[in-house]
């Protein structure tokens, strides 16, 4: 069973508008959640991350929030750029146990 | 720059052989992985090591073990390689120092068909 779900395989998006990639979680012992970026032929790299105890985080064009009743995060991007485009990866840990669940990827594809 | 080298981009083994996967860092990090990741399944964690000589089993250790002898090495052995075991293979590591809060540095990963 996954503890956590990416729901949308790919997801297309027009440059310059809002790319919202969605994640949901089952565990709610996860105390914190990242956001990982991959290209073909590239090992992941770390995007951006969010501690339980908050319920959004920025980075410049990148903003992660948490909803926890509803075991929820989302990462948003805005303006998308066409080097956005790539796999990206939601994963969470618990800050008793190491590991880092994964979800299965989101394929985002920025349209010129 | 910090780095994560894996031996092979691309390999390729027949059912029954004995296959070894070398992953190193260069950033002095204590801790390393070995992920795989299918379509529609994310990243699973095969192994992990938290020291020189020390290794815990992930979600998926069947058919696999490792090796750690030198800080900055770690490796993937399949001792009978079979075809359920094709896949992408990646390495990770990651400093101790923020528990886990420490983002994982990856390898750009081998691609191992198993025919």
């Known amino acids: 069973d996954q503890q956590v779900k990416q729901n949308s395989p790919s997801l297309s998006v027009q440059e310059g508008r809002i790319s919202i990639l969605n994640c949901d979680y089952t565990?709610?012992?996860?105390?914190?959640f990242l956001w990982y970026k991959k290209y073909p032929a590239e090992g992941p790299t770390f995007l951006i991350s969010i501690s339980s105890i908050k319920d959004k985080n920025e980075d410049g064009r990148f903003t992660v929030f948490l909803n926890k009743s509803a075991k929820h995060l989302s990462l948003h991007i805005v303006p998308s750029q066409p080097g956005d485009s790539a796999v990206y990866f939601c994963?969470?840990?618990?800050?008793?146990?190491?590991?880092?669940?994964w979800g299965a990827g989101t394929k985002l594809i920025i349209k010129p | 720059d910090v780095k994560v080298t894996q031996s092979s981009r691309y390999l390729v083994k027949r059912t029954g052989e004995k296959v070894f996967l070398e992953c190193v860092q260069d950033?002095?990090?204590?801790?390393m992985f070995w992920y795989r990741q299918d379509p529609g399944l994310g990243l699973r964690l095969i192994y992990f090591s938290y020291d020189v000589k020390m290794k815990e089993k992930g979600d998926i250790p069947e058919g696999y073990s490792v090796s750690r002898e030198k800080k900055e090495r770690f490796s993937l052995i399949l001792e009978s390689a079979s075809t359920n075991q094709t896949s992408m293979y990646l390495c990770?590591?990651?400093?101790?120092?923020?528990?886990?809060?420490?983002?994982?540095?990856f390898g750009s990963g081998t691609q191992l068909s198993v025919l």
């Open positions: 565990n709610s012992m996860f105390d914190y």
């Open positions: 950033m002095d990090h204590e801790n």
């Open positions: 994963a969470a840990v618990m800050d008793s146990n190491y590991q880092l669940i």
């Open positions: 990770a590591s990651s400093s101790s120092g923020q528990g886990v809060t420490e983002k994982l540095f």
